[in-house]
Nanobody, 128 residues
């Protein structure tokens, strides 16, 4: 089973930016982020697959950008114009088969147990 380790969380003021990273022990066709916080108990944030497809939650579209370095098996989430409601624990997840859109939908409906693996999370705090 692939192991995922997130990093890059921290505390920022509203309007600020953070870049999260997720190091994977092996390659997965699809990887992405979900979050758990006081506003969003569980929200699928963004996914990317090896065909270059991406899928975003409406709440972050236009502000967050997901990318992946396949040579290093590292997933990124660039978060700009952060809002207090973005404060949450951010988790990385991996899936061997689903496309980005499928993974976003499954994460929304079934949660991380439907994925092949997920990490321990990194905390993002946004102050107003």
């Amino acid at each position: 089973q692939v192991k995922l380790v997130e990093s890059g969380g921290g505390s920022v003021e509203a309007g600020g930016s953070l870049k999260l990273s997720c190091a994977a022990s092996a390659e997965s066709f699809c990887m992405g982020w979900f979050r758990r916080g006081p506003v969003h108990q569980r929200e699928a944030v963004a996914f990317i697959d090896d065909n270059g497809n991406t899928a975003y939650a409406r709440s972050v579209k236009g502000r967050f950008t997901i990318s992946k370095d396949n040579t290093k098996n590292i997933l990124y989430l660039q978060m700009n114009n952060l809002k207090p409601e973005d404060a949450a624990m951010y988790y990385c997840a991996a899936d061997r088969q689903r496309t980005a859109l499928q993974a976003l939908d499954v994460m929304t409906s079934l949660g991380p147990t439907a994925m092949d693996a997920w990490g321990q999370g990194t905390l993002v705090i946004v102050s107003s």
